[in-house]
C-alpha cells in the first residue's frame, strides 16, 4: 500500500536559541506539537523525525516519531537544505516503505493542525498535475512587497517596486501576495530531486496565527500567551498541554 509519510527535520544546532527545537511550551517540547498533529491527521501512516541528535530522538520517540538512524554529519551543517535531508531520509528508507507522499512539517511550527495536513494530501492526490501543495498565508498591507524599500543612501531610501506601487493606490487594488508557511506535501519522486515544491504548486491558505513559526525566543513565549489565551484551539494537544 502506497503511504504518506511526515518528514519534521529537527537538527540539535541552533543560531537564535539553544534548543530550540525541544524548548517547552505550556509544558511540552516544542517538537511534540508537530509530531501529534501528524499523528493525528487521517491521511498520515507515518511519522519521522530526521535528527542528528540522541536527544532530540529520544524525545521524538517517546511522542511517537520514527528515527531510523540519526542524520550523518555532511547533513547536519549549517549548508545543508531540508531538500537534502528529506530527499536523504526517503532513499534510505523506500526499499522497506511504499512511500508515495511526502510532507514536511517544521519543528517550529506548533498551530499545525491534522487538518491542515489532511488538506494538503487531498488536494495534491486530487490533482494529478500538481507537484507539491503547501500552506500559505496572505500578507496583509504593511507588508506587501509593494511597501518593500531599498537605501539609496546612508539616509535616503526609495521603493522597490515604485511603478506598480503608483499603479495600486488602495489596499483593494494590490494584487495578493503569500508566503510560504510550514507545511508542504510533496510526491515521492519530487522530493528525491531534492527539490520539495516541483514545477506546478499547489496550495492551503492558513490565518496568521497557524502559520506562526517560532526563530526567536520572544516567538516562543508569545506562542505561550496564544495558547493560554485560547486565541487558537489545539484540540490534538488538549490532554498533552499543562
Known amino acids: 500500500m502506497n503511504k504518506n509519510i511526515v518528514i519534521i527535520p529537527a537538527r540539535k544546532g541552533s543560531k537564535r536559541f539553544i534548543k530550540k527545537n525541544i524548548s517547552n511550551l505550556c509544558g511540552v517540547p516544542l517538537l511534540a506539537y508537530s509530531i501529534t498533529a501528524s499523528l493525528e491527521a487521517k491521511k498520515i501512516d507515518e511519522v519521522y523525525v530526521s535528527t542528528d541528535s540522541e536527544e532530540i530522538s529520544e524525545i521524538a520517540k517517546q511522542y511517537g516519531a520514527k528515527i531510523p538512524f540519526l542524520r550523518p554529519d555532511n547533513l547536519s551543517d549549517d549548508l545543508t537544505t531540508i531538500d537534502d535531508v528529506c530527499a536523504h531520509l526517503v ?3 523506500e526499499d522497506e516503505v511504499d512511500i508515495e507522499n511526502v510532507i514536511i512539517i517544521q519543528p517550529t511550527s506548533p498551530f499545525v493542525k491534522p487538518k491542515h495536513i489532511d488538506s494538503c ?3 495534491l492526490s486530487e490533482t494529478i498535475e500538481l507537484d507539491s501543495v503547501a500552506t500559505v498565508s496572505e500578507l496583509d498591507h504593511r507588508h506587501h512587497p509593494f511597501n518593500l524599500g531599498k537605501p539609496k543612501t546612508e539616509i535616503l531610501w526609495s521603493h522597490i517596486y515604485e511603478m506598480e506601487r ?5 489596499r483593494k487594488s494590490k494584487p495578493k501576495v503569500f508566503k510560504y508557511c510550514n507545511l508542504i506535501a510533496v510526491r515521492k519522486d519530487i522530493i528525491k530531486q531534492k ?6 504548486m499547489g496550495y492551503i491558505c492558513l490565518g496568521e496565527l497557524e502559520s506562526w513559526d517560532i526563530d526567536y525566543k520572544w516567538q516562543l513565549d508569545l506562542a505561550e500567551t496564544i495558547i493560554r489565551m485560547k486565541h487558537i484551539e489545539l484540540e490534538h494537544m488538549k490532554d498533552i498541554i499543562s
Open 166 to 170: 503608483k499603479k495600486s493606490k488602495t
Open 91 to 93: 532513499k534510505e528508507i
Open 195 to 200: 527539490s520539495r515544491f516541483g514545477n506546478n
Open 121 to 123: 494530501i487531498k488536494l
